[in-house]
């Protein structure tokens, strides 16, 4: 222990712990300035179509894929920067505290997160939905289990109309081990929300496997405005 922290504070003297945003100095490594954190924390509804609301109760974002949340996101997934997962941690930790999340968080039996194709996931080494959403999940005592699957590599979404997306999606998630699932309330867990084709899909699937209701949270959407 002593060895650890002595290592912290080394690291804090030669890094100093600073703001994603301002890079102002904070106390605590991961952590956001007051007024940084306000910025970036805008959780928000997100806008169901009307197929989405058949299998989605509703679905949050806690902030807006914009700026520093956006580069905190992306170099985590294509850099692998781990070292940005305390910030998103402070995020969460923030939204925990929002009564109208304590209040969704408890009607919630278990998380599920998004999946990566098996071959993508062993190419990045981790799969982010997972990563973001952990830790804060453990401390909340809401289990993760990883009950979806990918059952064939899909094109990027970016790349498609909205016809191509769906086709690209159809069949493209499993359920794994569909016990698990029956009669819970399930919170479908992914990094960011673009058109919601693939957490429309993922819902689909859950719920055709006996999940009595899925709600969806994401780090970031592109809905919303930045303050
Ligand atoms: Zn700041």
Request: net charge positive; hydrophobic share 45%.
């Amino acid at each position: 222990m002593a060895v650890v922290n002595l290592w912290e504070m080394l690291l804090d003297f030669i890094f100093p712990p600073h703001c994603p945003l301002c890079h102002a100095y904070v106390e605590e490594r991961g952590h956001w300035c007051p007024q940084c954190l306000v910025k970036a924390l805008q959780p928000h509804h997100l806008p169901l179509s009307v197929p989405m609301q058949a299998v989605l109760a509703e679905a949050w974002a806690l902030g807006v894929y914009k700026g520093s949340l956006r580069d905190l996101i992306r170099h985590l997934k294509y850099q692998g920067k781990r070292s940005n997962l305390p910030y998103m941690k402070s995020l969460l930790s923030a939204v925990g505290e929002m009564s109208d999340m304590r209040e969704l968080l408890s009607g919630i039996d278990l998380a599920v997160p998004v999946p990566l194709h098996p071959q993508k996931e062993k190419q990045r080494g981790f799969n982010q939905a997972e990563l973001i959403f952990g830790a804060f999940l453990m401390e909340q005592h809401i289990p993760m289990q990883r009950l979806l699957t990918r059952t064939r590599a899909t094109r990027p979404m970016y790349e498609l109309s909205e016809r191509e997306r769906a086709d690209n999606l159809k069949n493209a998630f499993a359920v794994i081990g569909a016990k698990a699932l029956q009669g819970k309330n399930v919170l479908l867990v992914d990094d960011i929300f673009t058109t919601g084709s693939t957490m429309m899909e993922c819902a689909r699937v859950l719920k055709q496997a006996g999940a009595c209701s899925v709600i969806g949270l994401v780090m970031a959407s592109d809905h919303g405005q930045m303050k």
